[in-house]
C-alpha cells in the first residue's frame, strides 16, 4: 500500500539550532515530493517540491529538503530555526494522477 | 498569487441543517478538492473534481455532496448536519496532471465548523 510517514509527531529544537523533519514515503513510480506548513487555523502554505535535478531543493523562509531516492526520504531542514518556524509541518506525495497521500503531520516547537 | 477563498472561517449549526461550504479559486485550476482534518487522523479527502460537473468520491464521502456548476466554484454539502462532522473544513485546488504536473495544490483558510 502506498504511504507517507512522518516518524515524529512532535520535534523540539532551541532558537538558532539547525533543524530536521524527516519523512520518507512508500509510492510507486517517480513520484512529486512536496513539503506544507500550517499555522493555526489556517491552511496548507506550500514550502517546497522536489520534482527532478538536484536532490537539495530550497523552498520558502530559508527551509531546504533532501531528496534521497534509494531510502525514499525527502527530509525537510533549516540551518538556522526560528520561533516563528514552530507549527504543523506536513510532508505530502502526489503520483502525478489522481492520488496525493499525507503524512500525518510533525509539530516543530522552537523554543526560544 | 494563487487565492483560494472559503467563504467562512468559523460557522456553526444544528444537527439535522443542511449546511453549505463554499470555495472559490482565482487560477483556472481544473481540479479542485474537499478535505476535513481532525486530530490525529490527519487530513483526509472527501470528493474531488477534475473539471466543472465533473465529481469523484474521495475516501470519506459518507454524509457529503458537492456542486461544481463553474470552474472557480466547488461547494461541499452536509446534506443532514451531525456531530461527528464537527471538523476543519480544507479546499484545495490544482492544475491536473500534464503540462503543470509539477504545480502543488494550493489551499484556504479552513472553515472550522462546529455541529450542535
Known amino acids: 500500500a502506498q504511504s507517507v510517514a512522518q516518524p515524529e509527531d512532535q520535534v523540539n529544537v532551541a532558537e538558532g539550532n539547525p533543524l530536521t523533519v524527516k519523512c520518507t514515503y512508500s509510492?510507486?513510480?517517480?513520484?512529486?515530493l512536496f513539503w506544507y506548513v500550517q499555522y493555526p487555523n489556517r491552511g496548507l502554505q506550500f514550502l517546497l517540491k522536489?520534482?527532478?535535478?538536484?536532490?537539495l531543493v530550497k523552498g520558502s523562509y530559508g527551509f531546504e529538503a533532501e531528496f534521497n531516492k534509494s531510502q525514499t526520504s525527502f527530509h525537510l531542514k533549516k540551518p538556522s530555526a526560528l520561533v516563528s518556524d514552530s507549527a504543523l509541518y506536513f510532508c505530502?506525495?502526489?503520483?502525478?494522477?489522481?492520488?496525493?497521500?499525507f503524512g500525518a503531520g510533525t509539530r516543530l516547537f522552537v523554543k526560544a | 498569487d494563487v487565492k483560494v477563498t472559503q467563504s467562512s472561517r468559523y460557522l456553526v449549526k444544528r444537527t439535522g441543517e443542511k449546511v453549505f461550504l463554499e470555495c472559490v479559486q482565482d487560477?483556472?485550476?481544473?481540479?479542485m478538492f474537499w478535505y476535513r482534518q481532525d486530530p490525529g487522523l490527519g487530513l483526509r479527502l472527501i470528493y474531488f473534481?477534475?473539471?466543472?460537473?465533473?465529481?469523484e468520491k474521495g475516501d470519506i464521502p459518507e454524509g457529503y455532496s458537492v456542486s461544481r456548476e463553474k470552474k472557480e466554484r466547488f461547494s461541499l454539502i452536509l446534506e443532514s448536519a451531525s456531530t461527528n462532522q464537527t471538523s476543519m473544513y480544507l479546499c484545495?485546488?490544482?492544475?491536473?496532471?500534464?503540462?503543470?504536473?509539477?504545480?502543488?495544490?494550493?489551499f484556504g483558510d479552513g472553515t472550522r465548523l462546529s455541529i450542535l
Open positions: 484545495a485546488s490544482r492544475f491536473p496532471a500534464g503540462a503543470y504536473s509539477n504545480q502543488p495544490q494550493h
Open positions: 473534481s477534475y473539471d466543472v460537473k465533473m465529481k
Open positions: 509510492v510507486s513510480g517517480n513520484p512529486y
Open positions: 487560477m483556472d485550476h481544473e481540479n
Open positions: 505530502v506525495v502526489w503520483d502525478g494522477g489522481f492520488k496525493t497521500i
Open positions: 522536489y520534482i527532478t535535478g538536484d536532490n
